[in-house]
């Protein structure tokens, strides 16, 4: 069950926010330093999706963030975006990336750090992320 | 949450140490400094990332960016980073073969070109 909810204005400002709050209730959890570092950055990469995206859709609504711990030892957190959502691509390595262009390494980042992401387009896009507080089962 | 950049030169190369954390509210400040630091001529750049505390993609993208700009001018842009966490996502995303990397500064010094 998340029952923590974190509502944020769209700018980008939160996004230290969002990583703060959610790592600590991640650690109160019971999870592990290594993991926190994992979910921290992943935390911040769609947090700073969902936030652009209401930024270039001109939306007011809030992103919002639930998450807390869930049952067999893994801490989960779900970010709701009102933006058009994406189609998130399937991990490729930098090396082959056109590096033209800046962007575009946070879904791979989520993917690679996570133990299970799922992208859900509705009405808005929902990020849902799900790592074990213990090291056992961490992606590789 | 602060960004914190300081630049020296040694010999040819200029060092920017970069520390504190690094995201899409800060990491403007970053390319700033090094779009600064090319168009005041250092093309041959070492940043020193010993001291940064949180590294996401935009930090990452940043970092090519400046790479991309260095190499327009023949330059370099070498990483410092002794840190597993920070290492940890430069693996994942594939930049390790991107970007020439060291665990000191000294070494650093000794390999950039």
Do not use: W
Request: proline share 3%; hydrophobic share 40%.
């Amino acid at each position: 069950m998340l029952d923590v909810e974190l509502r944020l204005p769209s700018d980008v400002q939160y996004v230290g926010l969002a990583r703060l709050v959610v790592t600590v209730a991640a650690r109160q959890a019971g999870m592990v330093d290594e993991r926190v570092e994992d979910l921290k950055i992943a935390v911040s990469e769609a947090t700073t999706n969902a936030i652009v995206a209401h930024q270039q859709y001109s939306s007011s609504s809030p992103v919002i963030l639930r998450f807390g711990p869930t049952s067999g030892g893994s801490f989960e957190v779900t970010i709701v975006d009102a933006g058009p959502g994406f189609q998130p691509q399937t991990p490729e390595a930098a090396a082959e990336k056109d590096l033209s262009t800046e962007g575009g390494l946070g879904v791979t980042l989520i993917r690679g750090l996570a133990d299970d992401v799922r992208f859900l387009r509705g009405e808005g896009m929902k990020v849902h992320m799900r790592f074990a507080v213990g090291l056992e089962a961490e992606a590789g | 949450m602060d960004l914190s950049l300081d630049h020296r030169s040694e010999g040819d190369r200029t060092i920017l140490e970069v520390g504190g954390e690094v995201d899409v509210y800060t990491a403007p400040k970053l390319r700033e400094r090094l779009v600064e630091l090319v168009g005041e001529g250092h093309y041959k750049i070492i940043v020193d990332m010993t001291k940064v505390e949180f590294l996401d993609s935009t930090g990452l993208g940043v970092l090519v960016g400046g790479l991309k700009r260095v190499r327009s001018h023949d330059g370099t842009l070498a990483l410092v980073c002794n840190q597993e966490r920070i290492l940890k996502i430069f693996r994942i995303t594939g930049l390790t073969k991107v970007f020439p990397m060291f665990d000191t500064l000294d070494e650093a010094l000794a390999d950039t070109q």
